[in-house]
Each structure stands twice: as C-alpha cells, then as structure tokens.
C-alpha cells in the first residue's frame, strides 16, 4: 500500500498521459470517461476490488477483438450491462450454463 499523497482529480490527464507514452499507447485512444464509468458502475453493483479488475478485462477483451476504441466502448458496454444487472438471478456456475450465456 502506498504512502503517498494522491493525485487531485485534474492531475488525471497528466497521469494518463505519462502511463500511456510508458505503455506505448496513443493517450487520444483511451476513453477515459467510458473506463471511469465501468469503473463506478462495478465498484458500486458488484464490489470496489471489481473495478480495477474489470478495466482490465475490458481493455483486455477489446485488445483480443482489435483494439480499436470501438472495441473498447464494446467490451465496457458489455461490462457496465452485466454490472447493473448484478447479482445475476441464476449463479454462473449453475449447471448447463457456461459464462457470457444470456438468461
């Protein structure tokens, strides 16, 4: 855990655009308000330890399927659907439905 002071919320885009040069990433994009969204929509529904997790699900996921920012926009819509809809009315793990089925 760090000790650090955090940044204020206008030292954002100064950070973003640091990790992104890091990462080798074009800052224009990451649609950081897209992102941000997921991200309180899954602290909020689901559980705060879940929103960090599902950025990174989602920018993964979009990376798999072309990387574009539509695909990112695509892979968050998904997220924010199944997180404001949580807690599914039927477990995940019920038998004969396997993960990503429709209800």
């Given at each position: 855990m760090s000790t650090s002071t955090p940044l204020p919320p206008e030292a954002l885009d100064d950070w973003l655009?640091?990790?992104a040069a890091t990462l080798e990433l074009d800052p224009a994009d990451i649609p950081v308000g897209t992102l941000l969204d997921v991200a309180r929509d899954v602290a909020h529904n689901v559980a705060r330890p879940a929103a960090p997790l599902?950025?990174?699900l989602v920018g993964l996921a979009a990376a798999r399927n072309g990387g574009t920012v539509a695909d990112i926009e695509a892979a968050s819509a998904?997220?924010?659907e199944l997180?404001?809809?949580?807690?599914p009315d039927e477990?995940?793990?019920q038998p004969g439905r396997q993960p990503g089925d429709a209800r």
């Open positions: 655009v640091a990790l599902s950025t990174f998904r997220a924010t997180a404001l809809n949580w807690p477990p995940a793990n």
